[in-house]
């Protein structure tokens, strides 16, 4: 590095060069460190975000810098011609590319990292109507097969007979890539302060031919620092967090297993039985992109909306005595090779679901009839249903056949999708994988690929399913209506399948309630602190729930040691306040909390005011749990099915479920901007510093070895004289020289 940050290491020199340092920082600096940089903090801010390390089972996926950070000179990437001259003619390599959404794609990528001249990324995401790109799918063309029911199979693995090569036609795999350069997210806002615009300044001023030659110095330039110590792939990550993390002085752990909880209710007590009448309904909750915390998932989120939706629906009108064969889940960890739904299938199938329910009353998986999963539904104007073909027999068609006709008796028509074809990505496949005598159902809005060209991708976000802010009435919108319709269908299915009625007074009563949707909608996509939660916040959440500096909710599923993720926490509030029973002589989270240590079987959920200073809450006591949704290899408790006297790692923890940990990274990510000198300007200044530096020293060594010739005073100005202290009287004296008069100026 030359110029201003080189020639620290002369502090006197320092300060005399920085008062000619060009600055881009408009701000009164407080300190030599401000005058020479400007920071912008990657964690924590709500616009700004970060690509991370995460590892599988062979391999590492995402982002890297080195411990020091990755420099390299700023340079705005918006054509093809851009990226041309920097591969080709720049002259100051390494680059921090900076691309707008046009470039922001897997050409441009590949072609930047494969020149070797690129240090790293900033993305300047600009979410405005006319700059969204048509497509920016960042997953596989045939998403999650590492663990799909059909990888063994010849016909339909791999997304075999699916035209285009799978689901996905739009997905470029970009999310698993192993860049090993970081890349930053800050979303574009033009209003003159905004990091982006700083960014964008700072380029024009200092790189661009507009103000002077693009080659000469000095030059803006940038440093990323976030490193993350994790590599390889799980195993070796755990394996060496299990060595180093043991020391008790000094523990080091390189990651963290990713995992979450899945959130699981029934509407009144199950009877105990060996039939096959357990009907469930399943939706995925956690969502993934590219970048750590900015995850929309807009027409993912459409499906748990319509069964929370649902689930309003049949708590509104009482009945909930009637529906003890029916069960509700919301899955997380999904994303991450089906790993909730993974751990939660094969618990059943052993007997051990729920895991802290005495074994005789356990939910076993021979008990399941059917699954209806609610997938994606917020694109086009049509409605699938799709079923597995290898499973597919006169008993299970009979029962498709009963759920397909029951939801087309209401309010909206239900497709059947092409039969030839696989299940689409679905956490169905985990269950009939165990267990193929269960009837397995999922609706889409899509028949043989993917309407949603976002998909893990952060153009997947409220406008991309038509629900915005700028929508007039968002009660009223399309989305709202669509979500209804499904809802009150799936809610009507649900009481037909649970009860055998078909009581048209009961079940016309059943409807979806439009402001519970737009209100859904609006908390999950465009505003946290939207009304419907405000009043439903848990009170151990108040404090972070007020700090939250990001618009919506993250539903990244994180690490598997912390706290469930915030977002589900808010549907269990929710749920506890339309499924529970309320108890009245509880007031305070304490007593509240202090219930469910009387039993497994049944939970008891605070909820208070979020503008509430006291901690008085009201306290519901609902059928509703948490189940884990990681690798049971991550369990500090060993899990009874497995064996516990082997001790590493366990070859079916390994083969039969999905191992993706998260990477631990540095402290403070930051990125730093400041102004960059040509080596060659900082030599001549650091060799004139050292000339300086040792002429000074000798100039100061020949004084001080000269000093009494040199500061010597002269008598009546032309004769010397001295003052002496006699160390060896008892009284020290001044003494004139014999034969002179004593001056004036010592009487």
């Given at each position: 590095?030359?110029?201003?940050?080189?020639?620290?290491?002369?502090?006197?020199?320092?300060?005399?060069?920085?008062?000619?340092?060009?600055?881009?920082?408009?701000?009164?600096?407080?300190?030599?460190?401000?005058?020479?940089?400007?920071?912008?903090?990657?964690?924590?801010?709500?616009?700004?975000?970060?690509?991370?390390?995460?590892?599988?089972?062979?391999?590492?996926?995402?982002?890297?810098?080195?411990?020091?950070?990755?420099?390299?000179?700023?340079?705005?990437?918006?054509?093809?011609?851009?990226?041309?001259?920097?591969?080709?003619?720049?002259?100051?390599?390494?680059?921090?590319?900076?691309?707008?959404?046009?470039?922001?794609?897997?050409?441009?990528?590949?072609?930047?990292?494969?020149?070797?001249?690129?240090?790293?990324?900033?993305?300047?995401?600009?979410?405005?109507?006319?700059?969204?790109?048509?497509?920016?799918?960042?997953?596989?063309?045939?998403?999650?097969?590492?663990?799909?029911?059909?990888?063994?199979?010849?016909?339909?693995?791999?997304?075999?007979?699916?035209?285009?090569?799978?689901?996905?036609?739009?997905?470029?795999?970009?999310?698993?890539?192993?860049?090993?350069?970081?890349?930053?997210?800050?979303?574009?806002?033009?209003?003159?302060?905004?990091?982006?615009?700083?960014?964008?300044?700072?380029?024009?001023?200092?790189?661009?031919?507009?103000?002077?030659?693009?080659?000469?110095?000095?030059?803006?330039?940038?440093?990323?620092?976030?490193?993350?110590?994790?590599?390889?792939?799980?195993?070796?990550?755990?394996?060496?967090?299990?060595?180093?993390?043991?020391?008790?002085?000094?523990?080091?752990?390189?990651?963290?297993?990713?995992?979450?909880?899945?959130?699981?209710?029934?509407?009144?007590?199950?009877?105990?039985?060996?039939?096959?009448?357990?009907?469930?309904?399943?939706?995925?909750?956690?969502?993934?992109?590219?970048?750590?915390?900015?995850?929309?998932?807009?027409?993912?989120?459409?499906?748990?909306?319509?069964?929370?939706?649902?689930?309003?629906?049949?708590?509104?009108?009482?009945?909930?005595?009637?529906?003890?064969?029916?069960?509700?889940?919301?899955?997380?960890?999904?994303?991450?090779?089906?790993?909730?739904?993974?751990?939660?299938?094969?618990?059943?199938?052993?007997?051990?679901?729920?895991?802290?329910?005495?074994?005789?009353?356990?939910?076993?998986?021979?008990?399941?009839?059917?699954?209806?999963?609610?997938?994606?539904?917020?694109l086009g104007n049509e409605l699938y249903?799709?079923?597995?073909?290898?499973?597919?027999?006169?008993?299970?068609?009979?029962?498709?056949?009963?759920?397909?006709?029951?939801?087309?008796?209401?309010?909206?028509?239900?497709?059947?999708?092409?039969?030839?074809?696989?299940?689409?990505?679905?956490?169905?496949?985990?269950?009939?994988?165990?267990?193929?005598?269960?009837?397995?159902?999922?609706?889409?809005?899509?028949?043989?690929?993917?309407?949603?060209?976002?998909?893990?991708?952060?153009?997947?976000?409220?406008?991309?399913?038509?629900?915005?802010?700028?929508?007039?009435?968002?009660?009223?919108?399309?989305?709202?209506?669509?979500?209804?319709?499904?809802?009150?269908?799936?809610?009507?299915?649900?009481?037909?399948?649970?009860?055998?009625?078909?009581?048209?007074?009961?079940?016309?009563?059943?409807?979806?309630?439009?402001?519970?949707?737009?209100?859904?909608?609006?908390?999950?996509?465009?505003?946290?602190?939207?009304?419907?939660?405000?009043?439903?916040?848990?009170?151990?959440?108040?404090?972070?729930?007020?700090?939250?500096?990001?618009?919506?909710?993250?539903?990244?599923?994180?690490?598997?040691?912390?706290?469930?993720?915030?977002?589900?926490?808010?549907?269990?509030?929710?749920?506890?306040?339309?499924?529970?029973?309320?108890?009245?002589?509880?007031?305070?989270?304490?007593?509240?909390?202090?219930?469910?240590?009387?039993?497994?079987?049944?939970?008891?959920?605070?909820?208070?005011?979020?503008?509430?200073?006291?901690?008085?809450?009201?306290?519901?006591r609902v059928p509703l749990y948490f189940?884990?949704?990681?690798?049971?290899?991550?369990?500090?408790?060993?899990?009874?099915e497995f064996d516990d006297t082997k001790?590493?790692?366990?070859?079916?923890?390994?083969?039969?479920?999905?191992?993706?940990?998260?990477?631990?990274?540095?402290?403070?990510?930051?990125?730093?901007?400041?102004?960059?000198?040509?080596?060659?300007?900082?030599?001549?200044?650091?060799?004139?510093?050292?000339?300086?530096?040792?002429?000074?020293?000798?100039?100061?060594?020949?004084?001080?070895?000269?000093?009494?010739?040199?500061?010597?005073?002269?008598?009546?100005?032309?004769?010397?004289?001295?003052?002496?202290?006699?160390?060896?009287?008892?009284?020290?004296?001044?003494?004139?020289?014999?034969?002179?008069?004593?001056?004036?100026?010592?009487?």
């Amino acid at each position: 590095m030359g110029g201003c940050n080189r020639i620290s290491l002369l502090t006197t020199f320092l300060f005399i060069y920085i008062q000619r340092c060009p600055r881009v920082n408009a701000d009164i600096p407080k300190s030599v460190y401000d005058r020479v940089y400007y920071d912008i903090e990657i964690s924590g801010r709500g616009y700004i975000d970060a690509c991370i390390r995460l590892l599988n089972a062979t391999n590492a996926i995402g982002c890297q810098t080195s411990r020091n950070g990755n420099i390299g000179v700023l340079h705005y990437i918006q054509t093809s011609d851009d990226v041309e001259w920097l591969v080709n003619n720049g002259e100051n390599p390494p680059y921090i590319a900076m691309l707008n959404n046009a470039m922001f794609n897997l050409e441009t990528i590949d072609k930047l990292q494969k020149s070797g001249r690129v240090n790293g990324f900033i993305y300047l995401v600009d979410y405005g109507e006319s700059s969204r790109p048509s497509s920016s799918s960042k997953d596989d063309v045939c998403p999650l097969t590492q663990f799909e029911f059909y990888k063994h199979t010849d016909k339909y693995a791999n997304c075999s007979g699916v035209s285009d090569g799978g689901w996905n036609r739009k997905g470029n795999s970009l999310r698993f890539r192993d860049f090993n350069l970081p890349i930053i997210l800050i979303e574009y806002i033009d209003n003159g302060i905004h990091e982006t615009d700083f960014l964008i300044k700072c380029y024009k001023r200092f790189n661009t031919a507009d103000e002077k030659p693009t080659s000469t110095y000095p030059l803006c330039s940038v440093q990323i620092t976030f490193f993350q110590f994790a590599a390889v792939n799980s195993e070796v990550c755990l394996r060496r967090s299990a060595r180093s993390g043991g020391n008790p002085l000094s523990p080091v752990f390189f990651c963290d297993p990713v995992g979450s909880n899945s959130l699981w209710g029934r509407f009144d007590e199950m009877k105990s039985t060996t039939e096959r009448d357990l009907y469930i309904i399943i939706a995925k909750v956690d969502s993934d992109t590219l970048f750590y915390d900015t995850n929309p998932a807009a027409n993912e989120a459409t499906g748990f909306i319509t069964l929370m939706a649902a689930i309003h629906a049949l708590s509104a009108v009482n009945i909930n005595d009637k529906l003890e064969n029916v069960m509700f889940i919301f899955l997380e960890a999904e994303t991450f090779d089906y790993t909730g739904s993974t751990r939660l299938a094969y618990e059943m199938k052993h007997g051990y679901f729920p895991a802290d329910w005495p074994r005789n009353l356990s939910i076993n998986l021979n008990r399941v009839k059917a699954i209806i999963e609610i997938g994606q539904i917020g694109l086009g104007n049509e409605l699938y249903i799709h079923t597995d073909p290898i499973t597919r027999d006169s008993k299970k068609t009979n029962e498709t056949d009963k759920i397909l006709e029951s939801l087309n008796n209401y309010t909206v028509e239900f497709k059947v999708a092409n039969l030839n074809l696989s299940l689409p990505p679905s956490s169905i496949q985990q269950f009939i994988n165990r267990d193929p005598n269960i009837a397995g159902v999922l609706i889409t809005d899509f028949n043989e690929h993917f309407l949603n060209n976002h998909s893990r991708g952060i153009f997947d976000d409220s406008t991309n399913i038509g629900f915005s802010r700028d929508t007039p009435d968002l009660k009223n919108s399309t989305i709202t209506k669509r979500i209804v319709d499904v809802a009150t269908a799936l809610a009507r299915t649900m009481y037909k399948l649970g009860t055998n009625d078909d009581n048209d007074s009961i079940i016309n009563d059943i409807k979806a309630d439009e402001e519970v949707v737009s209100g859904l909608l609006n908390c999950t996509l465009l505003n946290l602190r939207c009304p419907l939660f405000l009043d439903r916040i848990p009170p151990a959440d108040r404090d972070t729930y007020k700090n939250q500096t990001r618009r919506i909710f993250s539903r990244y599923t994180g690490v598997a040691t912390i706290a469930v993720n915030a977002y589900t926490k808010m549907l269990r509030s929710l749920l506890g306040l339309w499924l529970g029973e309320w108890i009245s002589n509880i007031t305070t989270v304490e007593q509240c909390s202090e219930m469910n240590a009387l039993s497994s079987m049944i939970s008891y959920i605070p909820v208070g005011p979020f503008n509430s200073t006291s901690n008085d809450i009201s306290c519901y006591r609902v059928p509703l749990y948490f189940t884990a949704a990681w690798n049971p290899f991550y369990d500090q408790t060993p899990h009874p099915e497995f064996d516990d006297t082997k001790k590493g790692y366990n070859a079916t923890l390994i083969s039969e479920f999905p191992i993706w940990t998260e990477s631990r990274w540095t402290e403070l990510a930051t990125m730093r901007v400041f102004i960059q000198s040509s080596s060659y300007k900082g030599s001549v200044i650091l060799t004139i510093g050292l000339i300086v530096f040792l002429a000074s020293t000798l100039l100061i060594y020949f004084i001080n070895v000269n000093v009494h010739l040199i500061f010597t005073p002269r008598l009546n100005g032309t004769q010397s004289f001295s003052v002496h202290t006699d160390v060896h009287s008892e009284t020290a004296q001044s003494r004139a020289p014999p034969n002179l008069p004593v001056p004036n100026a010592i009487i």
